[in-house]
């Protein structure tokens, strides 16, 4: 596709539940970003992959959260033992280097994940 | 601790009138920074951006400002639109090209 394509667009999960988020980013983009929007906040920064590594993951909030990309392509966000707390729209983000020349980064539609 | 902030959750502006968002930052080490647009359930778009060593920016109806003294940046838009009305996110960029992001201000033009 065009666009960076996330999904699901909406999951429902009960506390204590295991959730997979999926991103597939824009065909040749390296750099791969995943956010966490809470309610009335601004994109808050979690994990940042440059092809298959995790470059930058200092913004996983707790070790609940783990995010993989094995072939630089598309990528997982995994949330073990979720909490009501966790309960936020994930965003995904796709760059094709990371220092791109306007610092620019293409967002997609986003995963909303509510924890009951 | 915020490095980007925007004081303003909210700006109501009549169609045809300029729009003025303002955002602060405190590290002065920020490259780029960018304004970012979001309609309800989708995600944030990008409008405009500024590196940080130039003072202005313009695209069509849109102008970024910066002030590097006073960390300071603002977006203009004239003249608005009823079809500007969204959230709008300044950003700047971080040294592995990560985006940090203020909360954001709320934008309605009144037709």
């Known amino acids: 596709g065009a666009g960076v394509s996330q999904t699901p667009s909406n999951k429902v999960t009960e506390k204590g539940k295991y959730v997979e988020l999926r991103c597939d980013p824009i065909?040749?983009?390296?750099?791969l970003y995943w956010y966490r929007q809470s309610l009335g906040q601004g994109p808050e920064f979690l994990i940042y992959?440059?092809?298959?590594?995790?470059?930058?993951d200092s913004g996983l909030p707790n070790d609940r959260f783990f995010a993989v990309r094995p072939e630089g392509s598309v990528s997982t966000l995994k949330i073990q033992r979720t909490e009501r707390g966790d309960s936020a729209v994930y965003l995904c983000?796709?760059?094709?280097?990371?220092?791109?020349?306007?610092?620019?980064?293409?967002f997609g539609e986003g995963s909303r994940l509510t924890v009951l | 601790d915020q490095q980007v902030k925007q004081n303003s959750p909210s700006l109501s502006v009549q169609e045809g009138r300029i729009s003025i968002l303002n955002c602060d930052y405190t590290?002065?080490?920020?490259?780029?920074f960018l304004w970012y647009k979001k309609y309800p359930a989708e995600g944030p778009t990008f409008l405009i951006s500024?590196?940080?060593?130039?003072d202005k920016n313009e695209d069509g109806r849109f102008t970024v400002f910066l002030n590097k003294s006073a960390k300071h940046l603002s977006l203009h838009i004239v003249p608005s639109q009823p079809g500007d009305s969204a959230v709008y996110f300044c950003?700047?960029?971080?040294?592995?090209?990560?985006?940090?992001f203020g909360k954001g201000t709320k934008l309605s033009v009144k037709p």
């Open positions: 983000a796709s760059s094709l280097t990371p220092s791109g020349a306007t610092g620019e980064l293409f």
């Open positions: 065909s040749g983009h390296t750099a």
């Open positions: 992959f440059q092809g298959t590594g995790a470059a930058d």
């Open positions: 590290n002065s080490m920020f490259d780029y």
């Open positions: 500024i590196s940080s060593i130039k």
């Open positions: 950003a700047a960029r971080g040294s592995q090209g990560n985006l940090i």
